[in-house]
């Protein structure tokens, strides 16, 4: 049981570059977010999908795009990377309905787009 | 519009001494309240959880944190610190807009003297 996996860890991108984030969870949630992490602004959600077959906005979803291929698995894409996307992006997932229920977070990927 | 306020950006404590970290909220109802640790390079980790109750609630790691509804706070403490407790803490709150999403405070970076 890995929880909640992303690939790749680390990259680094050129101004204008797309590249496209994996997240993966075996945990048979239904719920999956992401997320992204800059010094001292915590963690502000991009997208989130509900349930397998629907996707969301988040707080910041603008230069981003993403895809629910099946229940497992959350794609993010960056289409045209800028520098403002350089950050540490985490995705979480939750198993159903309720803002109680704890959200499980992957290891994270570090993205520098120079 | 819901906010998570953690005042402290940096703390040091000294290992065996005793430890607060504070948070306070912003949200009309009784909200979800969750404490996360992450370690540098890591994803996060819950360390405990508020929904409703004991007003005082217990976490991993030796961690416990106090809900108080008069003072929209949920502030975590431990009664001796480790050098392993040094990372960066999260406190978040649970909504359920954005597909239950958790919004997070900037985050307190901890740090123990030996």
């Known amino acids: 049981n890995a929880g909640v996996t992303q690939t790749p860890k680390f990259q680094v991108l050129k101004t204008g570059q797309s590249m496209t984030l994996q997240c993966a969870q075996d945990?048979?949630?239904?719920?999956m977010y992401w997320y992204r992490q800059d010094p001292g602004m915590g963690l502000r959600l991009i997208y989130y999908s509900a349930s397998e077959g629907t996707t969301d906005k988040g707080e910041v979803p603008n230069g981003y795009n993403v895809s629910r291929l099946n229940k497992r698995e959350f794609s993010l894409r960056l289409e045209s990377a800028a520098p403002s996307q350089t950050s540490v992006y985490f995705c979480?997932?939750?198993?159903?309905?309720?803002?109680?229920?704890?959200?499980?977070f992957g290891p994270g990927t570090r993205l520098t787009v120079l | 519009a819901q906010s998570v306020t953690q005042p402290d950006i940096h703390i040091t404590v000294s290992e065996g001494a005793s430890l607060e970290l504070r948070c306070n909220y912003s949200y009309g109802a009784t909200p979800y309240l969750f404490w996360y640790v992450q370690s540098p390079g890591q994803g996060l980790q819950l360390l405990l959880k508020?929904?409703?109750?004991?007003?005082l609630v217990q976490g991993i790691k030796g961690f416990e944190a106090e809900f108080k509804r008069s003072q929209s706070s949920f502030n975590l403490r431990k009664p001796s610190v480790h050098w392993s407790d040094a990372a960066e803490y999260f406190c978040?709150?649970?909504?359920?807009?954005?597909?239950?999403?958790?919004?997070f405070g900037a985050g307190t970076i901890l740090r123990v003297k030996s």
């Open positions: 978040a709150v649970g909504l359920m807009e954005y597909g239950n999403k958790l919004v």
């Open positions: 945990m048979n949630h239904n719920s």
């Open positions: 508020y929904f409703s109750g004991d007003t």
């Open positions: 979480a997932s939750k198993p159903t309905s309720g803002a109680g229920n704890e959200q499980f």
